[in-house]
């Protein structure tokens, strides 16, 4: 059981709860076995069983309880207004782009400018915050004062004592995973010694955004950071926001020489890349196998040349999106060079045009690419019969689609293995097209079941946002053939009837994501059986301008569905309050409650299809 929207479900108004490392470890001496799940909810022993996803530990929002027929009570929380998550898990693993939004830990999480944004969006660990000789003075100070773990006791339900010192570290570890890098300095790391030893273990930091400010402060903290833990990181996010210029080399002098260990380099929108940092890295993280470049808009000259072909030979996920300075020549150099590839962006480069799938289509990596994304400008016909030989592909985003015919739809049915697929704003797909890609072959035509190796059967996530040739016959199609779909975009896909929204409703059982913005033809009916009867596992529904949907509808939806996320009409989300009985709605649309609907939602795959989040 759990609520996502509503606020305050009690007979007495609850004050804001947050609920720090400290209130936590509260919790374990309390002897409370509790559980915290993905989406806020803190329920009691009696149904921590029910839950399979990854707690979150500090969240502040409006707590609501329920009693119970017995003394155990069930806490239901909102989506948080500040949800604190590792910042390095911004999607499935980190790195896939979605349709609106750069994939970049830097781009999704910015930054802070001022101390009045401080509490604007979700927090993110610094090395200044680990490091600083002013925190480790408190620390030092508070733990001299209170240097045992037996000062954090209780008795339990048959009157022995329970110490938080009985666990073992191995499981205090795993508790910590739960919490937010900020929350174990600023809280865990002062409760004790061995809470602050535990705090700096080394499995804890793996993964890692470095947040460099204004000299000199970064000078000490980044440096001496690296240097204690730079040997276990695996994952490192580098973040330039300093206001005063500073050297290559004061750069450079940041970091040690070498960090084998790390796999994965997230360095989108870097102020200033140079030859001599490009070099440096490639000295200093020789091992990396995923690269983040997006969004580099101040490049030396020669820069991708050195980096197309000296650079980073094991490559196997990059991501280039919107690095504008590329030419053709370069990413034809690119594509002459022998890498493991598998998951390659090049969205928001709108130069490349038909050169874009020609050039990988005769590159050494064709055969090993799952994932591909494209920008559709100028991408026509021939661009798309040349993808035809990347046999491979899982997953292909393609943003804009405006120069592309029905030939190209063809020639993307016979990619088999496609169960990803974005093809945007495709004005020239028509109505006869759309039939014949997601008719099965007749040649094999049976059961879904018997014919998911074939496409369109494989599909499971799909955006066909601003596609107006599909109507009620193509989404009937869609949902006798995909039944496996769990993400699905129609937005603005103006010929869809109340008809095709009752085939989803009733067809998609594994639905999860669903955008309808813009579909003015229909009118909500088709929820009434939900959840009770379809789609149980919706969790996000897109209806704004969707004027035939009334509120009072997706009102009463949610009321039904606690857990779904809904947008109406005018673009709010849809909030309620409910106490003694009577349910009262609010709406919100503000960057705090955006970003803890994006937070709770993207560990969801297939978010990257939702029009409005992506």
């Not at 470095?210 to 440096?223: E, G, L, R």
């Not at 090049?346 to 690419?369: E, H, K, Q, W, Y």
């Not at 596992?537 to 857990?563: F, H, T, V, W």
């Amino acid at each position: 059981m759990s609520a996502v929207n509503g606020e305050d479900i009690s007979e007495k108004e609850q004050p804001t709860a947050s609920r720090s490392a400290t209130e936590c470890s509260q919790l374990l001496d309390n002897h409370e076995e509790s559980t915290f799940c993905s989406n806020g909810s803190l329920l009691s022993s009696d149904h921590s069983a029910t839950l399979a996803s990854t707690p979150t530990i500090t969240i502040k929002t409006n707590s609501q309880v329920h009693p119970t027929s017995s003394s155990t009570q069930v806490i239901l929380v909102t989506v948080p207004d500040v949800v604190i998550k590792d910042p390095c898990h911004p999607s499935n693993d980190g790195m896939y782009p979605n349709c609106g939004m750069g994939c970049s830990i830097n781009g999704r999480y910015p930054l802070r400018t001022s101390e009045s944004a401080a509490h604007s969006g979700p927090s993110i660990a610094h090395p200044e915050d680990i490091t600083s000789p002013v925190v480790d003075s408190i620390q030092q100070s508070f733990i001299s004062q209170h240097s045992s773990d037996d000062d954090y006791e209780n008795e339990n339900e048959n009157g022995g004592i329970v110490l938080l010192s009985n666990l073992p570290d191995l499981v205090l570890l795993k508790i910590i995973e739960y919490i937010h890098p900020i929350e174990r300095v600023h809280h865990l790391s002062v409760l004790s010694r061995r809470w602050n030893k535990l705090v700096k273990s080394n499995k804890l930091w793996s993964e890692v955004r470095i947040f460099i400010a204004d000299p000199p402060y970064y000078k000490y903290s980044v440096a001496e950071f690296l240097r204690q833990k730079g040997s276990c990181i695996q994952k490192l996010c580098i973040n330039i926001a300093c206001s005063k210029i500073f050297t290559e080399r004061q750069f450079i002098d940041l970091f040690p020489s070498c960090m084998p260990t790390v796999k994965c380099l997230d360095i989108g929108f870097f102020p200033n890349f140079t030859i001599d940092i490009l070099r440096f890295f490639m000295r200093c993280f020789p091992n990396v196998e995923y690269l983040n470049l997006e969004g580099m808009r101040k490049v030396d000259p020669n820069l991708y040349d050195v980096l197309f072909t000296d650079a980073f030979k094991n490559l196997r996920h990059l991501i280039l999106s919107h690095c504008e300075a590329i030419s053709i020549k370069q990413f034809e150099l690119f594509c002459r060079t022998k890498r493991p590839l598998e998951v390659l962006s090049i969205d928001g480069i709108v130069s490349l045009r038909n050169c874009a799938a020609t050039f990988i289509a005769s590159s050494p990596f064709v055969a090993s690419l799952t994932r591909l994304y494209l920008d559709g400008e100028d991408l026509g016909d021939f661009g798309f019969r040349a993808l035809t030989s990347c046999c491979n592909l899982e997953l292909l985003s393609v943003s804009f689609c405006e120069s592309a015919t029905d030939l190209s739809l063809g020639y993307i049915k016979t990619l088999s293995k496609i169960e990803h697929l974005h093809l945007r704003k495709g004005k020239e797909f028509t109505f006869e097209g759309f039939r014949n890609f997601f008719a099965l072959n007749p040649s094999t035509k049976t059961h879904w079941k018997d014919n998911n190796c074939e496409f369109p059967s494989r599909l499971k996530f799909l955006n066909l946002g601003e596609c107006t040739a599909v109507n009620d016959v193509i989404v009937d199609l869609i949902t006798k053939n995909c039944p496996q779909i769990r993400s699905l975009c129609l937005v603005w896909c103006w010929s869809i009837t109340e008809i095709g929204l009752q085939k989803i409703v009733q067809r998609l059982d594994d639905l999860q994501l669903l955008d309808i913005a813009g579909l003015d033809c229909v009118d909500g009916s088709a929820f009434i059986d939900v959840p009770d009867l379809y789609l149980s596992n919706l969790r996000y529904l897109g209806a704004e301008q969707c004027p035939r949907i009334e509120d009072s509808m997706l009102q009463i939806l949610n009321l039904r569905k606690k857990d779904l996320i809904i947008t109406n009409y005018h673009d709010y989300f849809i909030t309620f309050t409910i106490r003694n009985g009577d349910a009262t709605f609010n709406e919100r649309i503000d960057h705090q409650y955006m970003s803890a609907v994006t937070e709770e939602l993207c560990q969801i795959e297939g978010f990257c299809c939702m029009s409005k989040l992506s």
